[in-house]
């Protein structure tokens, strides 16, 4: 009487071929979502910053210049630090933000700036933004969100 052998569970070739497969798609996935948490946050800083950019575009309105349209001053409420922005200051129209150290929110973003310009044409105001951020997905990233507030 002659029985089969019944597989008994994963060779040592298949076992293998499994962990170069996780290996390969970890590493692409990691710094993809490295990626999108950093322009998240970034989303988030410029979006939290949009009550200073309406006061500011206010004082502006009402005064007729960017001079004197500061942090503190007609109307343009001091910032208070959240875990993702550590200053945001306003001095005669030109708003600095300043993110938290990379402990808190990555290297990619850690104590850099983003720096509003306000352009006043006519009867209209536009930002120009300037960024020290060097990553090219998250400077992107902010560019994009700051010409949709």
Known sequence: MNMKRVQQGFTLIELMIVVAIIGILAAVAIPQYKDYTSKTKAGSAVSSMDGVKKAVA??????????GCSSGANGIPA??????????????????????????????LGGKTITFTPVITDARLSWTVATNVTAAAVKDSIEKNSTAS
């Open 79 to 108: 910032w208070t630090a959240t875990n993702i922005l550590a200053t945001v200051v306003a001095t005669d129209g030109v708003i600095v933000a300043t993110f938290t150290p990379a402990a808190n929110v990555g290297a990619d």
């Open 58 to 67: 206010l004082c502006v309105q009402e005064t007729g210049t960017k001079t």
